[in-house]
């Protein structure tokens, strides 16, 4: 949609490209913005994939030739991955309420290995109930928790659920993945966006990914937690049309 520098918009776990839609609006008039539904996911839920590598593949199938890519949580991830693999592909890498490591370990906080565990459990039990409590997950603590869940949960149920299957793997990713040694093969423009309040992406990484990769920038929406580009959409849309101006 619309015109202008080429933007790339992935994502997290358990949502799809109809997250976008109200900020998209704004962007186009800036931007040709391209939105994904991730293999697994909404219109893509019959589409499989086994790997961050395969997934990688899938997109760069339809992706413009280089493209400022914005991953919001587990998109974040995919977005840094193919920024590491194929960086001529990618001229602007931003990581929204994201992490290289999502999960706990020692002298990093992230998400406790039981709560990943826990969602493990509920997801072969009751997996629209559980992507119902993620929904709110995200949203809580912002002083608009409730129309941002509502928010969410509107754009998710507008299109076909998840794959049960690309959920599982995902949270695998999720417990699993580490990218912490590989970002300083980041050679492009790197912006690492947080939002304040987020209780799945703890703030003190954002100051430890300062130290570790001086060549990135960090940015705190102060008001948010890990949507900020519902929570915040027009300081959201800011911030990304700055980039192209800087």
């Not at 890498?93 to 406790?112: C, D, M, R, V, Y």
């Not at 699993?176 to 300083?184: E, F, H, I, K, Y």
């Not at 940015?219 to 911030?239: C, D, G, M, R, W």
Request: proline share 5%; glycine share 8%; aromatic share 8%.
């Amino acid at each position: 949609m619309g015109a202008g520098p080429d933007l790339v918009l992935v994502h997290g776990w358990g949502m799809n490209g109809a997250v976008w839609e109200a900020c998209s609006q704004q962007l186009q008039k800036h931007f040709t913005v391209h939105i994904v539904d991730l293999p697994g996911y909404g219109f893509s839920h019959s589409v499989a994939v086994d790997s961050l590598s395969m997934m990688s593949d899938a997109l760069l199938e339809g992706a413009p030739q280089s493209a400022i890519w914005l991953g919001w949580s587990l998109g974040g991830v995919i977005a840094t991955y193919i920024a590491m693999q194929h960086p001529e592909r990618v001229n602007t890498l931003i990581t929204l309420a994201s992490s290289p490591k999502f999960s706990q370990g020692a002298g990093w906080k992230g998400i406790k290995p039981r709560v990943l565990n826990d969602f493990r459990t509920q997801l072969s039990d009751n997996f629209a109930l559980t992507i119902e409590r993620f929904m709110a997950l995200q949203a809580m603590g912002s002083a608009t928790a409730r129309q941002d869940t509502k928010r969410l949960k509107k754009a998710v149920l507008s299109r076909p659920s998840p794959n049960p299957e690309a959920l599982e793997l995902g949270l695998e990713w999720l417990a699993q993945v580490d990218l912490r040694s590989d970002l300083l093969k980041v050679s492009m423009p790197f912006h690492r966006w947080y939002g304040r309040l987020d209780g799945l992406v703890p703030l003190t990484i954002s100051s430890q990914l300062a130290e570790e990769h001086p060549q990135s920038e960090g940015y705190v929406f102060a008001q948010s937690s890990h949507a900020p580009f519902i929570t915040e959409a027009n300081l959201f849309v800011e911030k990304i049309i700055a980039l192209r101006d800087s």
